[in-house]
C-alpha cells in the first residue's frame, strides 16, 4: 500500500490557511486535498462522490480547542464519568449481553470490565455515539493548522476503507474528532483492528458484535495485560525530585520500578509488594492545566496498563476514569 506522500503534505501544510484567518479557503483546500487523495490510491470518482457534501464546521474547532481534559480538573473529570448510574447501566448492558461478553473476554483475554468502562465512557454503552458528519469533521481538522497532519492521514484512511468498499460512508456519523461506532475508533484504528466477528462479511462498529471484538482485538494488541494494575492514587513526600513527576500525557518519563518509589509515597502501604518489580510512573496531572493546583496533589502512580489506556486516548484523566470505572465494575460483578 502506499505511503502519503510526505513532501506533498508538507507543501500543503505550508499553505494551509487558519480557519480564524480565512475559513474562506476550505474550497481551494479541498482542490489540494483532492490531488493527495488521487497520489493516494483513492479513485476520483471516489473522492468526487464522498467528498461532494463536505462543509467546514466550526463547531468542531470550538470543541477541539476545548476538550474537558484541558479544563477539567482530575476529581471532577473521573466523577463525571464514573457516577452510580454509568455502573448501574452497564451492569443492565453486560446482564443483556452477557454470552458476547463473555466469549470475548475469553478469546482476546481481555477484562469485561475494561470494555464496559470504554464502552460507558465513549458512548454511554452505544446510546451516544455521536451525530457529526465524520468526513466533514475530518476534513475541518484537516484543514486547520492545529494538527493537520494527523487528521489528513485519518481522512485518506477512511477514504481508502471506503474505496474498497469495506465502509459505507452513508453511515459515517459519530464524534467530532472523526471517531466512529460504539468505541469511538478513529479510521486508522478500524483499518488496523477491526474484525467481522460475527462472520457476515461485514464490520459495523455499531454492532455489539464487531464493535466488542474489535475493542477487545485493539486492546490485546496493543499490549494489555490481564489482571495487572492500572494506577494507584497516592500520597507524595515533599523530598521526591520534580523530575519524576509527569504533567503531559505525551510520553511519560522517568520510570522506575514500583519498588524505587515507595520512599517518596507516605502512603506506600496500599502499594502491593507482588508488583514491586513492575515499571511505573508518577503523574500528576492537574499541575500545569488547573489553576493554583498544588505540586504534588492529586499523583497517581501508574503501570504499563495504564499507558496502554493512553494509547487509546491520549489523555491523563481519560486514562483515570477508565481505569476507575473498570474498579468499579470489578466489584459489582
Not at 110 to 130: P, Q, R, S
Request: net charge neutral; charged share 25%.
Amino acid at each position: 500500500m502506499k505511503l502519503i506522500n510526505y513532501l506533498f503534505i508538507i507543501i500543503f501544510f505550508s499553505f494551509t490557511p487558519s480557519f480564524s484567518e480565512n475559513p474562506t479557503g476550505f474550497n481551494a483546500w479541498k482542490e489540494s486535498f483532492k490531488k493527495i487523495a488521487l497520489e493516494n490510491d483513492i479513485s476520483e470518482e471516489t473522492f468526487d462522490i464522498v467528498m461532494a457534501d463536505i462543509k467546514f464546521l466550526p463547531d468542531v474547532i470550538k470543541y477541539d480547542r476545548y476538550q474537558p481534559e484541558f479544563y477539567e480538573d482530575t476529581k471532577t473529570y473521573i466523577s463525571k464519568r464514573t457516577s452510580s448510574k454509568k455502573v448501574s447501566k452497564g451492569i443492565d448492558f453486560y446482564k443483556k449481553n452477557i454470552n458476547l461478553i463473555n466469549k470475548v473476554e475469553n478469546l482476546y483475554n481481555i477484562e469485561k470490565e475494561l470494555l464496559l468502562a470504554l464502552m460507558g465512557i465513549e458512548t454511554n454503552f452505544g446510546t451516544y455515539v455521536g451525530k457529526m458528519d465524520i468526513l466533514s469533521s475530518l476534513a475541518t481538522l484537516s484543514f486547520d493548522k492545529r494538527r493537520s497532519e494527523f487528521f489528513s492521514n485519518e481522512l485518506i484512511i477512511l477514504l481508502k476503507l471506503i474505496e474498497k468498499n469495506q465502509i459505507d460512508y452513508q453511515t459515517l456519523y459519530g464524534s467530532w474528532a472523526g471517531a466512529f461506532g460504539f468505541f469511538q475508533f478513529m479510521p486508522s484504528t478500524m483499518k488496523n483492528y477491526a474484525v467481522d466477528f460475527d462472520k457476515n462479511n461485514s464490520i459495523d462498529l455499531k454492532d455489539n458484535h464487531d464493535a466488542y471484538a474489535s475493542a477487545a482485538n485493539y486492546l490485546n494488541q496493543i499490549g494489555w495485560k490481564d489482571n495487572e494494575p492500572c494506577f494507584y492514587k497516592v500520597q507524595l513526600t515533599n523530598e521526591i525530585p520534580k523530575k519524576y513527576l509527569n504533567v503531559s500525557a505525551k510520553k511519560l518519563h522517568d520510570k522506575k520500578k514500583l519498588k524505587y518509589f515507595r520512599k517518596y509515597i507516605s502512603n506506600a502501604n496500599i502499594l502491593d509488594q507482588k508488583y514491586d518489580n513492575l515499571t511505573t510512573s508518577i503523574i500528576t496531572p492537574d499541575k500545569d492545566i488547573i489553576p493554583d493546583a498544588e505540586n504534588l496533589s492529586p499523583a497517581y502512580i501508574v503501570f504499563d496498563n495504564y499507558e496502554i489506556i493512553l494509547k487509546w486516548n491520549r489523555s491523563l484523566r481519560f486514562s483515570l476514569a477508565v481505569c476507575t470505572l473498570k474498579e468499579k465494575f470489578k466489584n459489582e460483578l
